[in-house]
């Protein structure tokens, strides 16, 4: 990644906290963020640098409750890259395979750097800053400002969150004034196409139904909780006014789980209310950051989907079909039996649920022991 010179650096003071959706229009300003990222996709999409020029995608919501937002993108179910072969949730990464130290340098957007407050009066930062985070184009976009965040690109991370990778993601989030900027991780056998440790950033001008869904409190210590609605999830919730770090630990013990014992997984983080709201006003507010993590049947060497492939944004509600058949002809029930497919069962899931409870029960216990 060597010719890198666009930085952004930033502080907890940069992030937007009061967003809102209203009738189903986004409230919001651009950011400093925003900003950085729309300008830069535009001069790079200008510039040629996709597979392809994406343009204004035709889009319909499905009828029915989930509200599944449609979109015909045929050019990436054809440009996209071949993904890699992949045979276990913990694979090593392989230097001699495609990552993103070999992307062109023209494709990186700017690298990602927090600087720490060090003064509350004076707001000033100082002049070393934590680890970095390329962000770069997808060059097989699905949507607007569809990027790579990419942690400790040189570090050669394989594809399994961490910590700073949760966070980097969370913090993005507050970053952007927008609550159609969306967040999301492909686990390997979970349609990951590269095994270098990668989120996806993009834009999306819909309302998605899980931003308000209901929810389950299932450990309030940690605000962990289990989406009622369809695709059953674990998620949690956070106001960003805590330390993020803690909550990318917590979210990690949760996938450090799943990585030990070879489950695949799709994470998803969107603005969203707050899970315990039933205000109908107050149920606008995208104040908040919900982080969704489903657990789901593996995929190694499995055939693809013909209509879309089930990950991270499908599972969310959003739907890039690569087909004009299956974009006309799917109905909500057609989505629903292709998705369950990758399921686990309700037997499995709850299994899944009191492992992973018991598992942050524990690290509650040592931390107080320790305190």
């Known amino acids: 990644m060597e010719g890198l010179k666009h930085i952004f650096t930033y502080t907890s003071k940069d992030f937007v906290y009061e967003v809102c959706r209203l009738e189903g229009k986004e409230t919001w300003g651009a950011s400093r963020f925003d900003v950085a990222l729309r300008c830069g996709w535009v001069e790079k999409m200008n510039r040629g640098l996709f597979r392809y020029h994406l343009g204004?995608?035709?889009?319909?919501?499905?009828?029915?409750?989930c509200g599944y937002v449609a979109q015909l993108n045929i050019q990436r179910g054809i440009e996209r890259r071949k993904p890699q072969v992949i045979l276990s949730v913990q694979q090593q990464f392989d230097p001699k395979l495609f990552n993103f130290n070999k992307i062109n340098s023209a494709e990186i957007l700017f690298e990602m750097h927090k600087a720490e407050v060090i003064s509350a009066e004076e707001g000033r930062a100082p002049n070393g800053s934590c680890a970095s985070c390329a962000v770069i184009i997808n060059a097989s976009p699905l949507e607007f400002g569809h990027c790579l965040l990419v942690p400790e690109p040189s570090r050669c991370h394989p594809q399994i969150l961490t910590p700073l990778a949760l966070q980097i993601g969370v913090e993005s989030?507050?970053?952007s004034a927008d609550p159609g900027y969306r967040v999301g991780f492909n686990s390997l056998g979970a349609f990951a196409s590269v095994n270098h440790l990668h989120l996806h950033g993009y834009y999306l001008n819909h309302a998605l139904r899980i931003e308000c869904a209901r929810a389950e409190l299932i450990f309030p210590s940690k605000s962990l909780y289990r989406l009622v609605d369809f695709p059953k999830a674990f998620m949690f919730y956070t106001d960003g006014h805590e330390d993020?770090?803690?909550?990318?630990?917590?979210?990690?013990?949760?996938?450090?789980?799943?990585?030990?014992?070879?489950?695949?997984?799709?994470?998803f983080m969107t603005r969203g209310c707050h899970p315990d709201s039933e205000d109908e006003a107050v149920s606008s507010l995208r104040h908040g950051v919900r982080i969704f993590i489903w657990p789901r049947v593996s995929c190694f060497g499995t055939k693809e989907e013909s209509a879309f492939n089930v990950a991270l944004c499908e599972l969310a509600g959003h739907l890039p079909f690569k087909n004009r058949e299956d974009y006309e002809g799917l109905d909500e029930d057609g989505v629903k039996a292709i998705v369950q497919r990758y399921l686990l069962s309700d037997e499995e899931f709850a299994d899944l649920e009191k492992q992973i409870v018991e598992k942050l029960q524990t690290a509650l216990d040592q931390t107080a022991e320790y305190l």
């Open 56 to 65: 204004d995608l035709e889009t319909r919501v499905l009828p029915g409750e």
């Open 173 to 175: 989030l507050f970053l």
């Open 244 to 267: 993020a770090r803690a909550t990318a630990a917590t979210v990690c013990r949760l996938t450090d789980l799943l990585v030990e014992r070879n489950i695949a997984h799709n994470v």
